[in-house]
C-alpha cells in the first residue's frame, strides 16, 4: 500500500505562481509512476502531467509551457510548479503513483484562481 499527500494548495491571482507538493510512502518510489490529475466542479477529471522514473515528463495542452512537474527520489516528492495561473486552473489536484499495475491517490488539495 501507498500513502499519497498532497499539499501546496491556495488562493491565487490570475497571473501568479504556486508550487504544489506531493510525497509518497514506500522504498520503490523511483519505480513509481508519478502524476497530477485536476478535477473542477461539474467536470470530468484530467491528467494534467506526470512525470515516469528516470524524469520523462509530460503534460496536458492547458498546460503546457505553463506548468512543470518535477520528481525528488532521494526523499520520496514530487513537485508541480504553476505559472501564469488562470482562472480555469481552479481545481482540486491530486496526486497519484503508479506501481505494480496499482494507482494510489491522495486526498487532494485545492487551488482557486481568483482576483
Known amino acids: 500500500q501507498v500513502q499519497i499527500k498532497e499539499l501546496g494548495g491556495a488562493v491565487v491571482r490570475p497571473g501568479g505562481s504556486l508550487r504544489l507538493s506531493c510525497t509518497a510512502t514506500?522504498?520503490?518510489?523511483?519505480?513509481?509512476?508519478m502524476s497530477w490529475y485536476r478535477q473542477a466542479p461539474g467536470k470530468q477529471r484530467e491528467l494534467v502531467a506526470e512525470?515516469?522514473?528516470?524524469?520523462?515528463?509530460s503534460y496536458s495542452i492547458p498546460v503546457h509551457n505553463r506548468f512543470t512537474i518535477s520528481r525528488h527520489d532521494t526523499n520520496n516528492t514530487v513537485h508541480l510548479q504553476m505559472t501564469d495561473l488562470k482562472p480555469e486552473d481552479t481545481a482540486v489536484y491530486l496526486c497519484?503513483?503508479?506501481?505494480?499495475?496499482?494507482?494510489?491517490w491522495g486526498q487532494g488539495t485545492q487551488v482557486t484562481v481568483s482576483s
Open positions: 497519484t503513483a503508479r506501481w505494480s499495475s496499482t494507482n494510489f
Open positions: 514506500g522504498k520503490d518510489f523511483k519505480d513509481y509512476k
Open positions: 512525470i515516469r522514473r528516470g524524469g520523462g515528463a
